[in-house]
């Protein structure tokens, strides 16, 4: 919070799509935001119209809408006229192959244009879309296939063959495999029903609160819980994208989350499209001159990242940036973690604009809190809530949820229930749904304070504060504060039971290249943390790690931290990704 504020030029904020955020939000409704829907007749509505048919009747049929650059770096392009032709191809596909509206239609790909194909074809059939994580192993494939009951997986013989074949018989519901390439018994090929499939083919019109999505949560603080999503939701993704991310018509996005997770969908597919915007879809995993590269090359203009990748882009250092021309780049976002005071700075220094943090969940569908291309950047905090939405903090007595109004309390984050993304459902899990919302909120399972201007600060998801010798720390703020050390690439920080003070911090630390751990640099990092933190909140013991646990959508996993530091049992890694901890 002691890191200065980053205020924006007029220049930066005159083009923006909301110019005041104060005056903006007085005047928000959901209602307005609907009316930049276009919608189906009788008050129907497909996500797939608004993504990409409605451009097209309205003539922008020869917009690039989607450029796939293949892992060799080979680009392929697909204009909105083309993406209505195939999701019309893919619609026709599934009910050949007796797939009727509100069937599940599973994606387990990588970043491929089938996979997008795929997605918007499904929701245009009415058929509910529900996208797998390519790397997952295969009991996470059975259980996300069995809690939603998939009827339909499009994949390729090799996914297949590895992780989904020897699950087909557990998997009654599971009638249809699609392969996008080779072969593979009891599996149809793609390309040649495509091929001989119409491409005129009539929208499903749904009524605004049928099933569009089914998305699992990352699984960051236990087992992923399936949340389900209905095309009323578009309202919000199309009005978050518009606000939150700045998208203009015609603008170069890249997101660099995969469709496996609610990013890579709802800003990966869904509010880029309805915003008609030009989507870059890299199918490479994350490299930093390849990176850079294609920011410079494909001339984005926008472009929404995660804390990790932003770390690991700091880590690698300016002299990778050294040469490149990011003067196409206008917004620069940030979403899934916590994302440091000091990579919000370094972007501004880097960038010539800070990374722009934004918070949401796979439950909100969309983005809730947000810094804006009009506002003043105030590094380490996740902004104001959208227009629209009202979040608080609140303390949850026997009688409720409360809020806390005054400035700096810290409580759960908060936001009043009702807006179009909302989740309708955990699949399965009605208790647990149930016990997400009090007295009209909904409870997001994150701590955070609200500053006297408005701004929430997140600290720490509810499993994750530290109680230590009467004070509750938050682990967010002492891994920033190690962040801000010249040698600390990334921290991760748990509470150790310890008898007197009930707790003591901890944290685990992985080093920029040019840094071997040493007893030296154990003290200094001690040092630094005890000027920057104080002792009570500064951490009693440091671990070097050359990695720390990460789910694949590069959330750290402290609970993992700490169960391997007390020997309890791991319980669900189904996510994780990095596992040299
Ligand atoms: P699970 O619910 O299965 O444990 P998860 O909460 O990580 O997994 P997601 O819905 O993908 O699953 O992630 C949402 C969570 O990610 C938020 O509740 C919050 O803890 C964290 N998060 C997202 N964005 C931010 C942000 N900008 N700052 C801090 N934390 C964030
Ligand atoms: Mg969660």
Known sequence: MKTPTIVKPDTAKSGANMTDYD??????????????????????????????????????????????????GNRTDFTYAEMQRQTNKFANVLRARGLQKGDRVYSLHGRVPELYIAALGTIKAGCVFCPLFSAFGPEPIHSRLEIGGGNAVVTSARLYKRKLKGLRDRLPALREVFLTDGEAEDCVHLAPLMDAASDAFDIEPMDPEETALLHFTSGTTGKPKGVVHVHAAVAAHHTTGRLALDLHPGDTYWCTADPGWVTGTSYGIIAPLTNRVSMIIDEAEFDVDRWYDTLER????????APTAIRMLMKAGAGAMEGHDFSNLR????????LNPEAVVWG?????????DNWWQTETGGIMIANYACADVKPGSMGRPMPGIQAGVV??????????????????LALRAGWPSMMRMYLNQEERYNKCFSNGWYLTGDQAMRDSDGYFWFVGRSDDLIKSAGHLIGPFEVESALMEHAAVAEAGVIGVPEETAGEIVKAFVALKPGNEPSDDL????????????????????????????????????????????????????STLESDES
């Open 23 to 72: 005056a903006f939000r007085a005047d928000f409704s959901w209602d307005d935001a609907r009316a930049l829907i276009d919608g189906l007749p009788d008050g129907k509505l497909n996500i797939c119209h608004e993504a990409i048919d409605r451009h097209v009747a309205a003539g922008h049929g020869d917009q690039l809408a989607l450029r796939w650059i293949d892992k060799a």
């Open 298 to 305: 494909e001339k984005v203009n926008v472009w929404y990242t």
């Open 331 to 338: 917004f620069m976002a940030s979403v899934g973690e916590p």
């Open 348 to 356: 501004n220094e880097n960038f010539g604009m800070p990374f722009h």
């Open 395 to 412: 303390e949850v007595t026997d009688e409720g949820a409360h809020e806390l109004t005054e400035p700096l309390a810290m409580g759960e």
């Open 522 to 573: 154990l003290l200094d990092l001690m040092g630094h943390a005890r000027k920057k933190l104080g002792p009570a909140v500064a951490p009693k013991s440091i671990e070097f790690r050359t990695n720390l646990p990460k789910t694949r959508s590069g959330k750290i996993m402290r609970r993992l931290l700490k169960a391997r530091e007390l020997g309890l049992p791991e319980g669900d890694i």
